[in-house]
């Protein structure tokens, strides 16, 4: 992979990956050692967490289209060697919080992909995706659950900072659906 052709995204917008794919099962061992080294990377990469951990999805008899995506992953990463976290001193120190999610994103559960981060100021402190237990019916179900988790986490980083003296009255957290925001005012 040292002198492969770099690519500009970590997954094409037009992946849908299955378990069901067609195809030949790659070396467990080999993919499960990828994703590992793929997650390891995720606590200073954010930009590849939602890749990583779709593919992840899939270590129980990969197929070679998984292996293609997670390649894929490793060619982005070669051309963005100098991408990574970056914390300025003269930042504000304000505390924002975001969630997303897919409605039904996941092809063969029906379950969406919920995701949340934390910026403490200018400063990324904290992201998280997952696949939630539970099957949403609707896009505000999905998106409402995503936005419960953010606020769980908020909590603890809330506690946390008041342990170091830094106190925040009210967190905003930022979401991107109406009918999610309609019913946090109910």
Known sequence: MEDCKQVSTPMCTLTKLDKYEAGNCVDEKHYRGMIGSLFYL???????????????RFQSCPKKSHLIVV???????????????WYPKSSTFDLISYSDADCAG??????????????LGNCLVSWFSKKPNSISLSTAEAEYIAAGN????????K???????????????????TSAMNLTKN
């Open 42 to 56: 995720t606590a200073s990469r954010l930009d590849i967490m939602f890749a990583v951990c779709l593919c992840a």
């Open 71 to 85: 390649k894929r992953i490793f060619r982005y990463l070669k051309g963005t060697m100098n991408f990574g976290l």
């Open 106 to 119: 996941c092809k063969i559960e029906r379950k969406s992909t919920n995701g949340m981060c934390h910026f």
């Open 150 to 157: 953010c606020c769980a986490q908020l909590l603890w980083m």
């Open 159 to 177: 506690h946390t900072l008041k342990d170091f003296g830094v106190v925040f009255e009210c967190v905003p957290i930022k979401c991107d659906n």
